[in-house]
C-alpha cells in the first residue's frame, strides 16, 4: 500500500481532534496544556506533510521547527499560570477559575 | 355761658366718665381702696358741669334754645359723617339725671359693693355705662346714637353680668343683650330707611327734611316703627320686655342706674328727641305698646315676692306710662316723668339694696319689721313710694298726671280709649304693689328672727345717697309741685317746633334742599305762608304740651285742612277737660290702692293665699308673667332651633354632599388614573424591565467562567463558520 498524503492528514486530524477534545473536556488544567500541545503538533504533522508532497521544499519544515520553539515557550508560560492558579485557587482545576463570572 | 363754654361743659361730661373707666380699668388695683374715689370724684365734676349747663339753660329760658357742636368724622366724598353734640334743655335735663343718678350709685356702691373681689373692675364698668349714656344723651346724630346705644348695650351686658359665676347671672346678661339685639335691628332698619329717604343722619337736618316731606306715607310710618324697636328694646317695652326682670341678677347698683338713669332711659329719650320722625301711625303702634306694658307688667308685680323683681315689673310699667305718652304725641310729659321716676326708681332700688345688704335676702317672706331697725332707708323708701303712688305733693304725681290727662284727650280727640283705660287701671295698681312691698317689708311681725337679728343700718356711704334721693324725689317736680307745662320743666323742654327748625335749616343751607322745592302739597300747614302762625303755636304758652299731640297728629291724622285756630282752641278745650278728669281719677285710683293694700297687707283683712286660692288660674298666669319666656321658648326658641337644624341639615345633606361627591368623583377618576399607571405605564416599563432581565437571565447561563465552555463555543463557531463557507 503507497503511502501518500490523505494518511499524513488523517493521522494529523486524529491528533488534533483528541487534542481538542483534551482541551475541551479535561479538567486538569495540566492535561489542557497537553491537548494543546498535541494540536500543535499535528499542525507540524500538517506541516511537514504539505511541504514533503505539494511544495517540495523546506518551508514546512521550518515553520514545524519554528513551532516546536513557540510550543516550548507556550509550555514555559502556561506552566507559570498553572503555578499561579494552583497558589490562588489551592487546585489546578480548571473549572475552580471563575470569578471572572461574578 | 357762652355757647363754646356749654359745648366744653358737655364734652368733659362725656369724658369724665370714660376717663374714671380708663383710670379704675388700668391702674385701680394698685391704688388706695382700689380707686373707688377716683370715679366718685371724676363723677362728682361731672355733676358739677352738669349742674352749670342746667343753670346756663334755667337762665335762657328758652326750651328752644340749642347749642350744637359737630366735626367731620369722615368724609367719604358723597357721604360725610360728622360727630357732634347737641345740647338743649332736654339734653341738660338728661345730663342732670344720669349725672345725679350715676354719681349717687357711684357713693352708693362704695358701701354695697365693699369688699367684692372684683370692686375696682365694677366701678370701672359703670364709668364706662355712665359714658355710654351720656353718649346717647349728648349724640347729634343717628349714627352717633347707635353707636352709643350698642355701647349702652354691652356695658349693661358686663354689669348684669357682673356675678358671672352664678349661673343665673350669665343667663340674664346673655338674655338681656340678645333680647336688645332683636330691638336694635329694627332701629337700625329704621335709621337707614330715614338715610336713604332723607340723606342725612342730623337730628335738625332730619326734621327739616321729614317736615319738607322728604319721607312720608308707609315709609314713615315703618321707619318710625322701625326707630321704635330701638326703644322697645332698650326701655324693655313688651314683647321684648322680658330681659328687664331678669337684669336683676346685676348687683342692685347697677339695677338701680339701669333702671333709672341709663339704659332704660335711653329708649324713651330717643324716641323724645326724634319725636318730628315719628308719623301718626308709628305713634298708634307706640301708644298701645305703651299701654299694654303698663298693664300687664303692673298685673305681674302684684304676686311676686322678690322685693328687686316686684320693682323691676314697676319699671316696666312707668317706662310703659313713659312710651303711652310718647304714642299720645307728648313727649315733654314722657320727659317730665322720666326725670321725676329716675329720682324715686333710684331711691326705691337703691333702698331694696340696703334691705337686701342688710338681711342677705331679696325675698319679702323673709323680711318684715324692718322699719325700727333701719330708720333712714325706711322713711326713704316710704317717700319714694308715696312718690310713685301718685300721692299729690310729690314728684310723680305730676309727671303720671300730665301723661294720663294726655292719653284721656288724645283718646277723646281721636276716639282710642282704650289706653287711658288701661293706664288709669296701671295707676290704680301700683300704689297696691308698692304698698305691699311697705307693709311686708317694714311693717308687721319679723318672719326671719335670725335675719331681723342681724339686719342693721346700712353705713353712711349707702343712706347719704338714699337721703339725697328722697330730696329729689319730693322736690323733682318743683316747689310746689306742678305738671310740665307749669313747672320748671317748660323752660327747658316743649314739643319741637318743627317748621321753625326747617326755616332754620332752609336759611342754613341757602339752595333749598330738592325735597323743599316741590312743597306745594295740599296740606294747609304745610304752607310757607301758615308756618310762623303754626310755629309759634304749641310754645311757652299756658297749653305747651297739650298743643303736642294736635301739632303732631293733626296733619296726618286728618287730611282735611280746617282753620288751624279752630282746631287748637278744640284741642285746648278738651286737654283742659282731660287733665282735669284725669287729675280726680288719678287721685280717686291712688287712695284706693293705697287703702286696699293697708287693708290686705297691713290689717290683714284680707287673706291674699285665700284669694291665689280662689283664683288659681290667674295667679299662675301672673306668676308666670304671663308665660312670655315659655312663649319665645315655644316659638322663637324652637322656630330657631328649627330653622338651625333645617341650616345643618342643608350644610350636611347639600353642602357636605357636593365636598363628599367632589371627594368621591376624585378619587374614582384617581382609582382609574392609578389603574392605567400601573398596568399600562408601570406594565411598559415592567415589561421593558422584564425582557431586559430574562434576556440577561437566559444570556447569562451561556457566561460560565470557564474557559472551555467559551472554547467549546468557539470550536461550534468554526465548525458552523466552516460548513457555511465550504459546504454552502
Known amino acids: 500500500m503507497n503511502i501518500g498524503l490523505p494518511h499524513f492528514l488523517t493521522v494529523s486530524a486524529a491528533l488534533f481532534a483528541l487534542g481538542l477534545f483534551a482541551v475541551m473536556a479535561r479538567r486538569n488544567t495540566v492535561a489542557i496544556l497537553m491537548g494543546v500541545e498535541l494540536m500543535l503538533n499535528a499542525a507540524n504533522v500538517n506541516?511537514?506533510?504539505?511541504?514533503?508532497?505539494?511544495?517540495?521544499?523546506?518551508?514546512?519544515?521550518?515553520?514545524?521547527?519554528?513551532?516546536?520553539?513557540?510550543?516550548?515557550?507556550?509550555?514555559?508560560?502556561?506552566?507559570?499560570?498553572?503555578?499561579?492558579?494552583?497558589?490562588?485557587?489551592?487546585?489546578?482545576?480548571?473549572?475552580?477559575?471563575?470569578?471572572?463570572?461574578? | 355761658m357762652s355757647d363754646q363754654a356749654i359745648i366744653t361743659a358737655a364734652i368733659s361730661?362725656?369724658?369724665?366718665?370714660?376717663?374714671?373707666?380708663?383710670?379704675?380699668?388700668?391702674?385701680?388695683?394698685?391704688?388706695?381702696?382700689?380707686?373707688?374715689?377716683?370715679?366718685?370724684?371724676?363723677?362728682?365734676?361731672?355733676?358739677?358741669?352738669?349742674?352749670?349747663?342746667?343753670?346756663?339753660?334755667?337762665?335762657?329760658?328758652?326750651p328752644a334754645h340749642r347749642v350744637e357742636w359737630a366735626f367731620t368724622w369722615l368724609d367719604l366724598g358723597g357721604f360725610r359723617l360728622d360727630a357732634g353734640i347737641l345740647v338743649d334743655g332736654m339734653t341738660a335735663v338728661m345730663l342732670m339725671v344720669v349725672c345725679i343718678v350715676s354719681f349717687l350709685v357711684h357713693l352708693y356702691s362704695t358701701g354695697y359693693m365693699h369688699g367684692d373681689r372684683r370692686y375696682e373692675r365694677f366701678f370701672a364698668f359703670l364709668g364706662f355705662f355712665t359714658f355710654s349714656m351720656l353718649g346717647i344723651?349728648?349724640?347729634?346724630?343717628?349714627?352717633?346714637?347707635?353707636?352709643?346705644?350698642?355701647?349702652?348695650?354691652?356695658?349693661?351686658?358686663?354689669?348684669?353680668?357682673?356675678?358671672?359665676?352664678?349661673?343665673?347671672?350669665?343667663?340674664?346678661?346673655?338674655?338681656?343683650?340678645?333680647?336688645?339685639r332683636v330691638g336694635d335691628w329694627g332701629f337700625w332698619l329704621g335709621i337707614l330707611a330715614f338715610f336713604t329717604a332723607t340723606g342725612t343722619l342730623n337730628y335738625l337736618e332730619l326734621f327739616a327734611q321729614v317736615h319738607a316731606g322728604a319721607i312720608k306715607g308707609p315709609l314713615l310710618a315703618w321707619a318710625g316703627v322701625g326707630l321704635f324697636m330701638g326703644c322697645v328694646g332698650k326701655s324693655a317695652q313688651m314683647p321684648?320686655?322680658?330681659?328687664?326682670?331678669?337684669?336683676?341678677?346685676?348687683?342692685?347698683?347697677?339695677?338701680?342706674?339701669?333702671?333709672?338713669?341709663?339704659?332704660?332711659?335711653?329708649?324713651?329719650?330717643?324716641?323724645?328727641?326724634?319725636?318730628?320722625?315719628?308719623g301718626p301711625d308709628a305713634l298708634l303702634v307706640v301708644l298701645y305698646v305703651g299701654a299694654v306694658t303698663a298693664f300687664i307688667t303692673a298685673t305681674i308685680a302684684l304676686v311676686k315676692t322678690d322685693i328687686k323683681r316686684v320693682l323691676a315689673f314697676s319699671t316696666l310699667s312707668q317706662l310703659g306710662y313713659m312710651v303711652m305718652s310718647l304714642g299720645a304725641g307728648d313727649s315733654v310729659n314722657a320727659m317730665y316723668h322720666l326725670t321725676t321716676h329716675a329720682m324715686f326708681k333710684a331711691l326705691l332700688f337703691l333702698g331694696a339694696g340696703s334691705v337686701i345688704h342688710a338681711v342677705h335676702s331679696q325675698e319679702m317672706p323673709d323680711m318684715g319689721g324692718l322699719r325700727k331697725k333701719m330708720p333712714i332707708t325706711?322713711?326713704?323708701?316710704?317717700?319714694?313710694?308715696?312718690?310713685?303712688?301718685?300721692?299729690?305733693?310729690?314728684?310723680?304725681f305730676y309727671s303720671k298726671d300730665g301723661i294720663l290727662g294726655s292719653v284721656l284727650a288724645f283718646g277723646m280727640l281721636e276716639g282710642h280709649y282704650l289706653p287711658f283705660i288701661l293706664g288709669i287701671t296701671a295707676a290704680a295698681l301700683t300704689p297696691f304693689y308698692m304698698f305691699r312691698i311697705v307693709f311686708l317689708t317694714f311693717f308687721g311681725q319679723p318672719r326671719d328672727?335670725?335675719?331681723?337679728?342681724?339686719?342693721?343700718?346700712?353705713?353712711?356711704?349707702?343712706?347719704?345717697?338714699?337721703?339725697?334721693?328722697?330730696?329729689?324725689?319730693?322736690?323733682?317736680?318743683?316747689?310746689?309741685?306742678?305738671?310740665?307745662?307749669?313747672?320748671?320743666?317748660?323752660?327747658?323742654?316743649?314739643?319741637?317746633?318743627?317748621?321753625?327748625?326747617?326755616?332754620?335749616?332752609?336759611?342754613?343751607?341757602?339752595?333749598?334742599?330738592?325735597?323743599?322745592?316741590?312743597?306745594?302739597?295740599?296740606?294747609?300747614?304745610?304752607?310757607?305762608g301758615t308756618e310762623p302762625a303754626h310755629g309759634d303755636q304749641p310754645a311757652r304758652d299756658e297749653h305747651g304740651d297739650h298743643a303736642a299731640p294736635g301739632d303732631h297728629l293733626a296733619p296726618g291724622a286728618h287730611g282735611e285742612a280746617h282753620g288751624a285756630h279752630g282746631h287748637d282752641d278744640h284741642a285746648a278745650h278738651v286737654h283742659h277737660t282731660a287733665h282735669i278728669r284725669a287729675m280726680i281719677m288719678s287721685i280717686l285710683v291712688a287712695t284706693l290702692g293705697i287703702?286696699?293694700?293697708w287693708w290686705t297687707y297691713h290689717r290683714r283683712r284680707v287673706n291674699p293665699a285665700a284669694v291665689q286660692a280662689r283664683l288659681p288660674g290667674a295667679h299662675r298666669v301672673l306668676q308666670g308673667q304671663y308665660f312670655f319666656d315659655e312663649l319665645y321658648a315655644a316659638t322663637v326658641y324652637r322656630l330657631t332651633l328649627w330653622w338651625s337644624a333645617v341650616c345643618a341639615a342643608f350644610d350636611r345633606i347639600v353642602i357636605d354632599g357636593i365636598v363628599n361627591g367632589t371627594g368621591y368623583l376624585t378619587r374614582l377618576v384617581s382609582w382609574v388614573s392609578g389603574l392605567c399607571d400601573r398596568f399600562l405605564v408601570d406594565g411598559a416599563v415592567n415589561g421593558v424591565a422584564a425582557v431586559l432581565q430574562g434576556a440577561g437571565e437566559g444570556l447569562r447561563?451561556?457566561?460560565?467562567?470557564?474557559?472551555?465552555?467559551?472554547?467549546?463555543?468557539?470550536?461550534?463557531?468554526?465548525l458552523v463558520l466552516i460548513v457555511i463557507y465550504r459546504v454552502l
Open chain 2, 595 to 597: 287703702g286696699a293694700s
Open chain 2, 701 to 718: 447561563r451561556v457566561q460560565t467562567g470557564r474557559v472551555q465552555t467559551y472554547l467549546v463555543y468557539v470550536s461550534a463557531s468554526v
Open chain 2, 449 to 528: 328672727h335670725h335675719k331681723f337679728e342681724h339686719a342693721h343700718e346700712s353705713g353712711r356711704a349707702m343712706t347719704i345717697p338714699l337721703i339725697a334721693l328722697a330730696v329729689m324725689s319730693v322736690i323733682a317736680a318743683g316747689i310746689p309741685g306742678n305738671t310740665a307745662d307749669k313747672s320748671w320743666f317748660r323752660k327747658f323742654m316743649v314739643a319741637y317746633d318743627v317748621p321753625a327748625i326747617a326755616a332754620e335749616y332752609q336759611a342754613r343751607h341757602e339752595a333749598p334742599p330738592v325735597v323743599v322745592a316741590h312743597e306745594d302739597h295740599p296740606h294747609g300747614e304745610a304752607a310757607p
Open chain 2, 240 to 278: 321684648l320686655h322680658i330681659w328687664l326682670p331678669d337684669a336683676m341678677e346685676g348687683p342692685t347698683p347697677v339695677s338701680a342706674l339701669i333702671h333709672a338713669a341709663t339704659m332704660v332711659a335711653a329708649g324713651v329719650y330717643m324716641v323724645a328727641r326724634l319725636a318730628p320722625l315719628f
Open chain 2, 13 to 62: 361730661i362725656l369724658l369724665l366718665p370714660l376717663l374714671s373707666y380708663a383710670l379704675t380699668f388700668f391702674f385701680g388695683r394698685k391704688l388706695p381702696r382700689k380707686g373707688d374715689f377716683i370715679g366718685v370724684t371724676l363723677m362728682g365734676l361731672a355733676l358739677v358741669q352738669a349742674l352749670r349747663i342746667f343753670i346756663a339753660f334755667w337762665r335762657v329760658g328758652d
Open chain 2, 378 to 396: 325706711f322713711w326713704t323708701f316710704l317717700i319714694a313710694t308715696l312718690a310713685i303712688s301718685g300721692v299729690p305733693l310729690l314728684s310723680g
Open chain 2, 137 to 180: 344723651v349728648l349724640a347729634n346724630n343717628l349714627f352717633f346714637l347707635y353707636v352709643f346705644w350698642e355701647l349702652v348695650g354691652l356695658s349693661s351686658y358686663l354689669l348684669i353680668g357682673f356675678f358671672f359665676h352664678k349661673h343665673s347671672a350669665a343667663n340674664a346678661n346673655k338674655k338681656a343683650f340678645l333680647t336688645n
Open chain 1, 47 to 102: 506541516f511537514v506533510a504539505f511541504s514533503r508532497y505539494v511544495q517540495h521544499g523546506i518551508d514546512g519544515q521550518i515553520l514545524a521547527a519554528f513551532v516546536i520553539v513557540l510550543a516550548a515557550a507556550e509550555a514555559a508560560v502556561a506552566l507559570a499560570i498553572v503555578l499561579a492558579l494552583y497558589r490562588n485557587y489551592g487546585s489546578v482545576h480548571a473549572d475552580t477559575a471563575q470569578s471572572l463570572k461574578r
